[in-house]
């Protein structure tokens, strides 16, 4: 028999206070980039950990963050879960009523805040039922005005001051105790809560220092760009401290070009992000001087990565990208899509094809693909709903009375359509809610997305179904021209362009030039406003 020693966040820190006491966090706040070592990261989270126990904070109780990726975000990644209590990361995107709501269910007792994020806090302060004490981010000496009584507000420094640099993180803890939370983005609806415990943390954690899944290793200099507000930024500030991982944190409303530049300055060699993240960057690098040669790969996930972006890269950057797929529900980790040894030998085009797939399941999950009636679907013939389950991969919605909708027979139902190949590898069609019905046939907008992404005019472009009297629903674009091809593109250059790789009924039936596609809070494609506005044009035209 093993020793049965549970799996908590705590000693992830600690691993690099003792290993890894010179290496370093570069931290872009408010006020300029700070450096710090892992040494004095510990000291000032151990700092931490013993305000908020002065603060009377309980294990178990929820304490919020309202903040960008900084180091102080960092510390109270292991703060938090160090003294047995729950980080709940809020996205500081979504709405002030859904802000309301989430740390009013959750029950947030303290609240950590950045300084430019205050006046968001200042206008719902009347409605946080539970919060006891606000917790300042800011490099400044100075408080930002607000109308709360003082004793209620405090500057983190000045709480840091006081705290104890030698604190003993709690170890009597069991591993299955909650020790993050984090709110789905929700579209419709309240959003859903997702708790991760001390040890699905850990093991998540695991599963991205896999040499076939991220790789994340000392040696690398990481950069989430993915925000430490929604999903712990995947899980890279955990297990980057874990392994002794040179971070980059790149602060306050970033802008491509400061990426750029600090992909460049600091030697960079892992980065993670959304898509759009990533198309942005690559108008910077088009237009710009940028060395970003340093980079090993490039993470994508949290919507399909356009095929034209892994191969502008790949190609004219020389930059591998990595596509990986998850949700909150998952920790989120569930693919990555890497060719196997013996595809490297295959043409450029159809390693593309392997690429811009979602890939394989990582250790330690299993997925399946069903059809309406519950049966699982021939691999690489089927679409059908994606079900996950595994130790990283939530099992209800907090406190939510729609966990029986997505939560069922030890299965995670994902809403997400896919199919498998004979490989294993998943394609990701389309969420539910987003397939096209054409006369009772699917039409995936994700394929006609990405085919409208590889044209060099294309910023952005996204289809979604609008209603028709004959066909139940028929495909529409919406497109984002790059500003050098605004007025020279037409719609039917667009659809000749991508004619070849569909059957002639999955053509969208229109092209809608726009300036801008909406967003959601974590920057995708906000399809559900997009067929609102589209109705109403149709409606009008
Ligand atoms: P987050 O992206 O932050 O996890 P959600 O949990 O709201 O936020 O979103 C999860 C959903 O995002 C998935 O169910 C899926 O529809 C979509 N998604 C994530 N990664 C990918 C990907 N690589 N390709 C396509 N869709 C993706």
Redo the contacts with the bound molecule.
Sequence with gaps: MMMNVPLLVAPLLERAEKYFAKKEVVSRTATGIQRFTYRQIGERTRRLASVLTQLGVQKGERVGTLAWNHHRHLEAYFAIPGIGAVLHTINIRLSPEHITYIINHAEDQVLLVDEDLWPLVEAIKDHLHTVKTFIVMTDYEELPETSLEHTRVHSYEKLLEKGDPTFAFDKDLDENAPAGM?Y????TGNPKGVTYTQRSIVLHCMALGLVDTLALSESDIAMAV?PMF??NAWGLPFAATWFGTTQVMPGPRFTPQLLAELIQQEKVTTTAG??TIWLGMLQVLEAGNYDISSLRNIV??????PRGVIQAYETKYGVPFL????????S?V??C?RLKSYQQDLSPEEKLDISAK??LVVPGLEIKVVGPNGEVTPDGQEMGE?LIRGPWIADEYYKDERSSEAFIDGWLH???VATIDEEGTIK?V??TK?LIKSGGEWISS?DIENALMAHEAVFEATCIGVPHPEWAERPVACVVLKEAYRDKVTKDDLLSFIAPHFAKWWLPDDIIFMNEIPK?S?G?FLKRQLRDQLNQHLQQS
Excluded: F, I, W
């Design positions: 984090c789905t983005s929700a579209t993915v929604h999903v959304v898509p994508c996930g949290g919507s399909a990565a596509h990986a797929y998850g949700m909150t529900e998952t989120p569930v693919t899509a979602q890939g994606l994902t809403g997400d990701l389309d969420r987003d994700v959601t974590v995708k």
